[in-house]
């Protein structure tokens, strides 16, 4: 069965620019998480969606949003890019609400690099 | 945002060694998760540990959800090389349509051979 799949798998911007970010989860899987990984914050949670609707929201600016597309394709999109965006984006999939026994499967994630 | 506690940042063992890593909150979780983390790779899930007090094992992986619920630990006996990487720790709480987990920062783990 595919796993998690995340593209584009790097990616360079320059500031000011916008990013759009695809997350593909594992089949069957109707939740998808979004992280941001830096060295220096670690892994910091930005939004869940679940069935197309955003269930819950980390401390981020609102130039991070993101939506899931009813075959729970999710993007994320970083506007007004700014140098300290740079990081790991990592996608996390699991079956969803009230199935919590599996924990999350991460994809490889994106690395963005903002010049 | 919260985080968990780990450390030491960064562990180095010999290979054959046993290792324990632990985990702390202030915050209680009804669920505990240990990953690891390859470079250029994400997270991989390693245990999930649901009831406090819960001890599983996944091979020579050992993990302990604290009795508290506030801290989770990790063994790994008889490393091996591949055993290297960043190991996190994960709490989640479930409620509602809350299920974010909140990460530790993670251990660096070096084996020598």
Same mark, same amino acid.
């Given at each position: 069965? %595919? ?8 990616? *360079? ?12 989860? *594992? ?19 930005? #939004? ?11 401390? #981020?600016?609102?130039? #991070?949003?993101?939506?899931? #597309? ?16 740079? %990081?790991?984006?990592?996608? %996390? ?23 | ?9 960064? =562990?180095?063992?010999?290979? &054959?060694?046993?290792?324990? =890593? ?17 470079? &250029?790779? +994400?997270?991989?899930?390693?245990? !999930? ?9 996944? &091979?020579?992986? /050992?993990?302990?959800?604290?009795? /508290? ?8 006996? !008889? ?5 290297? +990487?960043?190991?996190?720790? !994960? ?5 509602? !349509? ?5 990460? +530790?920062? &993670?251990? /660096? ?5």
């Amino acid at each position: 069965k %595919a796993g998690v799949t995340q593209t584009p798998r790097y990616l *360079i911007k320059t500031r000011g620019q916008q990013v759009t970010l695809s997350c593909s989860p *594992i089949s069957g899987h109707r939740s998808v998480s979004w992280y941001q990984q830096t060295p220096g914050q670690g892994l910091q949670f930005l #939004f869940e969606y679940f069935s197309e609707t955003q269930r819950n929201k980390g401390n #981020f600016p609102g130039r #991070f949003s993101g939506r899931q #597309f009813s075959n729970s394709r999710s993007e994320m999109n970083v506007s007004t890019l700014e140098l300290g965006d740079s %990081a790991l984006y990592l996608c %996390a999939s699991s079956l969803g609400q009230g199935f919590f026994h599996y924990g999350y499967t991460f994809g490889s994630g994106t690395r963005l690099t903002v010049v | 945002g919260q985080q968990l506690n780990q450390s030491p940042q960064s =562990m180095f063992i010999q290979e &054959g060694e046993d290792v324990s =890593m632990n985990c702390t909150s202030s915050s209680i979780f009804n669920t505990w998760l240990w990953y690891k983390q390859d470079p &250029g790779e +994400g997270p991989v899930l390693l245990i !999930a540990l649901y009831k406090a007090g819960e001890l599983t094992s996944n &091979g020579r992986l /050992t993990a302990q959800f604290g009795i /508290t619920r506030k801290d989770s630990f990790l063994n790994i006996s !008889a490393s091996i090389p591949s055993d290297v +990487g960043i190991y996190f720790c !994960a709490g989640q709480l479930r409620s509602g !349509a809350n299920s974010k987990l909140t990460f +530790g920062k &993670g251990i /660096t783990l070096s084996v020598r051979p």
